[in-house]
Structure formats: structure tokens, C-alpha cells
């Protein structure tokens, strides 16, 4: 089992920068895939980018390409998502989420996919 928490999320200026993050405990984030996901109201849930267990790969969202990079800290046991230049369309409620099935070099963007979730953290981005 793993249990997963967001935090970092707040209020910032549209091209501004946040850093989340997600710790995780019961399981290193070594020998799992980490995504991450965001909702806006009356939107779906919508991948934003991952990792995979390896760390050799990672792969983003074309809303995001360019401006958001998944890192993760094995020693901390925490994955990060760095946001630079923040839109107001980034404004959501941002999870991390725990893939323990894929293999070591795959990082896959179906919500289905993922088996464990944190609670959430609320970015939002004013302009």
C-alpha cells in the first residue's frame, strides 16, 4: 500500500512558479510510476505528466510541455512537479497518484491505471 500527499499549491501570478509535492510512505517511489493529474470545475480529471519507476522516463501533456518538470527525491521519498510560467488556465485542483503494475520504462496517462491517490492541492493562477 501506498499513501500519497500533495502540498505546495497556493495563489500565484500568471507567469509566476510552483513547486508541489508528493510524499509518499509504505513504498519507495523507486519501484513505482508516478503521475500527475489536475481538475478544473466542471472538467474532467486530465493527465498533466509521469514518471516511471526507472526514472528514465517521463512524459508531459501538450498543455504543459515546456513549462512543467517531473522530478523525484529517492532519499525523501517525494516526487515533484515544477510549474513555470504559470496560465490561468493551469487554475485546478492538482493530484499525484501511484502506478504499481507498469513496467519500469512506461509511464501511462490513463487514470484507470493508477492505483493509489492523494487528496489533492489547489493551484490557482490569477492574471
Known amino acids: 500500500q501506498v499513501q500519497l500527499v500533495e502540498s505546495g499549491g497556493g495563489l500565484v501570478q500568471a507567469g509566476g512558479s510552483l513547486r508541489l509535492s508528493c510524499a509518499a510512505s509504505g513504498r519507495t517511489v523507486s519501484t513505482y510510476a508516478m503521475g500527475w493529474f489536475r481538475q478544473a470545475p466542471g472538467k474532467e480529471r486530465e493527465f498533466v505528466g509521469g514518471?516511471?519507476?526507472?526514472?528514465?522516463?517521463?512524459r508531459y501533456s501538450d498543455s504543459v510541455k515546456g513549462r512543467f518538470t517531473i522530478s523525484r527525491d529517492i532519499a525523501k521519498n517525494t516526487v515533484y512537479l515544477q510549474m513555470n510560467s504559470l496560465k490561468p488556465q493551469d487554475t485546478a485542483l492538482y493530484y499525484c497518484?501511484?502506478?504499481?503494475?507498469?513496467?519500469?520504462?512506461?509511464?501511462?496517462?490513463?487514470?484507470?491505471?493508477?492505483?493509489?491517490w492523494g487528496q489533492g492541492t489547489q493551484v490557482t493562477v490569477s492574471s
Open positions: 514518471i516511471s519507476w526507472s526514472g528514465r522516463t517521463t
Open positions: 497518484a501511484a502506478d504499481i503494475t507498469s513496467f519500469s520504462n512506461t509511464v501511462v496517462s490513463a487514470t484507470s491505471t493508477y492505483d493509489y
